[in-house]
């Protein structure tokens, strides 16, 4: 049984910092691209990075490109998301997804979810 349980977020002051951790179990986790989401209240769920399996290669959206930044450790089944200079409009929950040798960041193609962590910028 997969799982994917995401831990780290909270309430922060804008321009202030969080890292959020995704573990992973029931998975052969070294062959999985690994995604950040978020959904906004009464938006739609969208990307935030990922990192794909060799963790050779990261991609970000625009809006957090400079100041988020995607890792991930094999051998502890985990990546992460360090999130710096926060803004209030990161306000949102954030999900880490799993895509079998994926290379996309369309969140259709990802296998499985955590259930999610909120995050919370405050101005």
């Known amino acids: 049984q997969v799982q994917l349980v995401e831990s780290g977020g909270g309430l922060v002051q804008a321009g202030g910092s969080l890292r959020l951790s995704c573990a992973a179990s029931g998975l052969t986790f070294s062959r999985y691209t690994m995604g950040w989401f978020r959904q906004a209240p009464g938006k739609e769920r969208e990307f935030v990075a990922r990192?794909?399996?060799?963790?050779?290669?990261?991609y970000y959206a625009e809006s957090v490109k400079g100041r988020f930044t995607i890792s991930r450790d094999n051998a502890k089944n985990t990546v992460y998301l360090q999130m710096n200079s926060l803004k209030p409009e990161d306000t949102a929950i954030y999900y880490c997804?799993?895509?079998?040798?994926?290379?996309?960041?369309?969140?259709?193609?990802?296998?499985?979810w955590g259930q999610g962590t909120q995050v919370t910028v405050s101005s």
């Open positions: 990192i794909t399996w060799t963790g050779r290669s990261t």
């Open positions: 997804a799993a895509d079998l040798e994926g290379s996309t960041s369309s969140q259709n193609y990802y296998d499985y």
